[in-house]
């Protein structure tokens, strides 16, 4: 087996033909795989398809619907959009709650979609690239399960908690920055675990709650949230927001109801809509052309914007193919062969 560069267009066909084999519908085979496909098109390896393997064991388990058809409950006359995912993955209920999102967000200058009773699964960015698409910033979160010390606690109870925000540039791609609120995301950790590598220090504690950079002990043990007290802080306010506010899951209640952290996490997000220009009417100047303003003064002093290496390795993609090595082209061959059968 050799390494090989496949289309965008044809590595999306075989990660969906892997979730057909899988069980998986349409609806949910199609927005999974279009995530995935975006982690390894922009060179995110922690959200491509090293994660294919995550969606199945969590399939297999019965702790997902791969059936599931998401539905976009009524609220009329509020700027509240919901989507009950039925208890599918959280990328093919935002597909169906998008536009109304974008309606919404248009007529009253924000809106917000919910959508509960879903697994989330992989980065948040897509998703907030697809909210700027329509002209809108947005604002999107979610917690996890707890596998994050609070700082000052000895003990996993925060989700990684991840938080992404974009705003629209019309004529270039969209300031977008995609974080989680811990030190650095589970995958990461996973990764160099599989690497064989240590953790850069600062990232984790073992099981008693000493610091450790030994990737096995720290994902028995607990990360620390980024910043110390304020990603703790921020951490915390997903909880509320996306998880208690919204009537789903905390992170505490996800790990209860999973019993491990080897499946994707079952919770809720909350995504946030808003119109630059219905903000700033009245007002002199136009949003977007101010907002160029600060991004050309921020690069103009040497700093880089967030998501450039992305965008870069996008066009790369896009132009050449993407890259897949060896294991990896044996990795597709054997998951689309064998279907959930390949799981453990």
């Given at each position: 087996m050799t390494?090989?560069?496949v289309?965008?267009?044809a ?5 969906e033909?892997?979730?057909a ?9 199609g927005a999974?795989a279009?995530?995935i496909i ?5 060179a995110?390896?922690s959200?491509?398809?090293?994660r ?5 064991r969590?399939v297999?388990?019965g702790?997902?619907s ?10 009329e ?10 208890g599918?993955?959280a990328?093919a209920?935002f597909?169906?709650g998008l536009?109304?999102?974008t309606e919404?967000a248009?007529?009253s200058?924000l ?33 996890s399960?707890?596998?994050?010390a609070?700082?000052g606690g ?5 989700g990684?908690?991840?938080?992404a925000?974009?705003?629209p540039?019309?004529?270039g791609?969209?300031?977008?920055f ?10 990461e ?8 590598k ?7 504690i073992?099981?008693?709650?000493d610091?450790?950079?030994?990737p096995?002990?720290?994902l028995?043990?607990?990360m620390l949230?980024f910043?110390g007290?304020?990603g ?6 997903i909880?509320l927001l996306?998880?208690?506010m ?12 999973l019993?491990?952290t080897?499946?994707?996490p079952r919770?809720?997000e ?10 700033a ?5 136009d ?6 303003l600060?991004?050309?003064a ?9 998501s ?5 390795a996008r066009?790369?993609?896009?132009a050449n193919?993407i890259?897949?090595t ?6 597709l ?8 059968d390949?799981?453990?």
């Amino acid at each position: 087996m050799t390494d090989l560069t496949v289309t965008v267009e044809a590595l999306q066909q075989r990660v969906e033909a892997i979730f057909a084999k899988a069980g998986l519908n349409s609806v949910q085979a199609g927005a999974i795989a279009r995530v995935i496909i975006a982690g390894e098109r922009d060179a995110c390896k922690s959200h491509g398809i090293y994660r294919i393997e995550g969606v199945l064991r969590t399939v297999k388990a019965g702790k997902v619907s791969p059936d599931a058809l998401p539905v976009l409950v009524e609220q009329e006359n509020s700027a509240i959009v919901r989507v009950d995912a039925k208890g599918g993955f959280a990328n093919a209920a935002f597909e169906l709650g998008l536009p109304a999102l974008t309606e919404r967000a248009r007529a009253s200058g924000l809106a917000a979609l919910v959508i509960n009773d879903c697994t989330h699964f992989s980065a948040l960015w897509p998703e907030v690239e697809a909210v700027t698409a329509q002209g809108l910033a947005g604002l999107v979160m979610c917690p996890s399960y707890a596998t994050v010390a609070p700082t000052g606690g000895n003990k996993p109870l925060l989700g990684t908690n991840p938080l992404a925000f974009g705003w629209p540039r019309p004529n270039g791609s969209p300031y977008v920055f995609d974080f989680a609120t811990s030190v650095a995301a589970r995958g990461e950790m996973e990764l160099y675990r599989r690497a064989g590598k240590p953790l850069p220090d600062g990232w984790a504690i073992d099981a008693d709650g000493d610091p450790t950079t030994d990737p096995q002990e720290a994902l028995a043990g607990a990360m620390l949230p980024f910043g110390g007290h304020k990603g703790s802080a921020i951490g915390t306010m997903i909880e509320l927001l996306a998880g208690i506010m919204i009537g789903d899951l905390t992170s505490p209640e996800v790990l209860d109801y999973l019993g491990t952290t080897t499946l994707a996490p079952r919770h809720g997000e909350l995504i946030l809509a808003f119109s630059p220009k219905a903000f700033a009417a009245g007002r002199s100047g136009d949003p977007f052309a101010r907002a160029e303003l600060l991004f050309e003064a921020i690069v103009g002093q040497g700093a880089r914007l967030p998501s450039e290496r992305r965008y870069a390795a996008r066009s790369k993609s896009v132009a050449n193919g993407i890259a897949l090595t060896a294991a990896e082209v044996e990795q597709l061959d054997r998951l689309e062969a064998l279907g959930l059968d390949a799981i453990a």
